[in-house]
């Protein structure tokens, strides 16, 4: 059986598609974008972008009762591999000791020409 999870504090859904599933003990949380929920503005710049798009992440997982200490896999998508290095200082910041499993990868572009947008799966 699978549960939705959505957080007031993260942006909604620009299609067809939920914050977050559970199912199994897992929570595969859907790609986030920089956009402040509260504002619905896009922050600037790629440190601020990965830090939103962390923020966001947070949220969700605060309402499915979980912390970033929960993701066991992330993947980072990037507007361009230049952005790689400050992105990368941002993400060190929001996990201590065994960090999660991760990818990283350039794409052609973005919705809402976003330079960073990061997924994620946690469990239980």
Do not use: W
Request: with cysteine; aromatic share 6%; proline share 4%.
């Amino acid at each position: 059986m699978k549960q939705v999870i959505n957080s007031t504090k993260a942006p909604g859904a620009i299609g067809p598609y939920s914050q977050a599933i559970e199912a199994a003990g897992m929570v595969f949380v859907s790609g986030q974008l920089p956009i402040d929920a509260a504002t619905g503005q896009m922050a600037e710049g790629v440190e601020a972008q990965a830090r939103q798009s962390l923020e966001n992440i947070k949220h969700i997982l605060e309402a499915a009762g979980l912390t970033m200490a929960n993701i066991v896999k992330t993947t980072v998508f990037l507007a361009d591999m230049a952005y790689f290095g400050d992105m990368n200082k941002v993400y060190a910041t929001y996990f201590e000791g065994a960090c999660p499993a991760r990818s990283a990868v350039a794409v052609k572009a973005l919705p809402k020409d976003a330079l960073v947008e990061i997924e994620c799966i946690a469990a239980r």
